[in-house]
């Protein structure tokens, strides 16, 4: 773990949970898934194609691949988990999550209104539960070239092959559970936008590496953050400026779009006017990572 990566982390212990994300450093543990026409050629039967939202890999294989793997790490640390940009990037990456159900299913108009009319790029990490409360709204960002649409998967549920939890969620209980949470939202992403999405962060950003590996089996890639820009939807504007504000070339700030009454919006419109004074630019994920 780089200093600076050490430092975001640490000075985040301690910031409470309302929205997805939360701020502790991870730990380490090893505790807590035909017949055919009579005049036909006397070929094999070509297999059905599979449906345009189907996973490449199955359940059932992902069951038996790491029906006893043992974790090794549990938190924001995993092999394959990307928390910034590539060295050599200036620009920094807007992320905003919309968690649904509990965790909230609002949205955050101004916020979006303040993207688009500054023109600022965002990744939009988006749950089954907050699409199927917000459907009109989804489409029109996913319509929107300004963002990109990325999975918070189905249930908004901490990644672990052992039911270990993150800030009184439940996380998932084994692979199988850990497949469902990420295809879930997976296929009724990839019917929605036609394309699979590229990107995933779990429900509090918690997950293992037995988990994390899932996650790239299922061919997306998983994203953490480096910044914790709004305290899990709880900083106030001036926390969300002074945080977002700080943000350095290179960083993966963490927001959420899902908490109107919250004081992201109004951080984040003061946080990108002095980003963009002092020379920073904003990317989605997919325009800096290969």
């Not at 309302?18 to 094999?44: I, Q």
């Not at 299913?105 to 089954?128: C, H, W």
């Not at 918690?206 to 996650?215: E, P």
Request: with cysteine; net charge positive.
């Amino acid at each position: 773990m780089t200093p600076r990566r050490r430092a975001v982390l640490a000075a985040l212990a301690g910031s409470a949970l309302a929205g997805c994300s939360g701020p502790s450093k991870s730990t380490s543990g090893a505790t807590s898934p035909a017949s055919g026409s009579p005049t036909a050629p006397a070929t094999a039967t070509p297999s059905p194609r599979p449906s345009a939202t189907a996973p490449a890999i199955t359940r059932a294989e992902i069951v038996a691949r790491y029906r006893h793997a043992v974790p090794r790490t549990w938190g924001f640390e995993a092999p394959g988990v990307v928390h910034a940009l590539p060295t050599g990037k200036r620009a920094v990456a807007l992320t905003f999550d919309a968690c649904g159900g509990p965790g909230g299913s609002g949205y955050d108009r101004a916020l979006i209104d303040f993207l688009r009319e500054r023109k600022v790029p965002a990744t939009l990490f988006v749950n089954s539960r907050w699409i199927d409360a917000n459907p009109s709204i989804f489409h029109q960002l996913a319509a929107d070239p300004l963002f990109e649409i990325a999975n918070h998967g189905t249930r908004h549920r901490p990644l672990s092959v052992t039911g270990r939890s993150a800030y009184g969620i439940p996380g998932t209980r084994n692979a199988g559970e850990v497949y469902d949470e990420i295809a879930g939202n997976q296929a009724k992403l990839t019917g929605l936008l036609g394309a699979p999405p590229r990107f995933f962060r779990s429900g509090t950003a918690y997950c293992d590496d037995v988990a994390a590996r899932i996650v790239t089996d299922l061919k997306e890639r998983f994203v953490s953050f480096s910044v914790n820009g709004d305290g899990g939807a709880t900083f106030t504007p001036e926390q969300v400026h002074t945080t977002v504000g700080a943000a350095h070339d290179g960083s993966i700030v963490l927001c959420h779009m899902n908490h109107p009454k919250g004081g992201t919006a109004r951080g984040i419109a003061t946080a990108v006017p002095h980003l963009l004074a002092t020379g920073h630019t904003f990317v989605r994920l997919s325009d800096a990572l290969a």
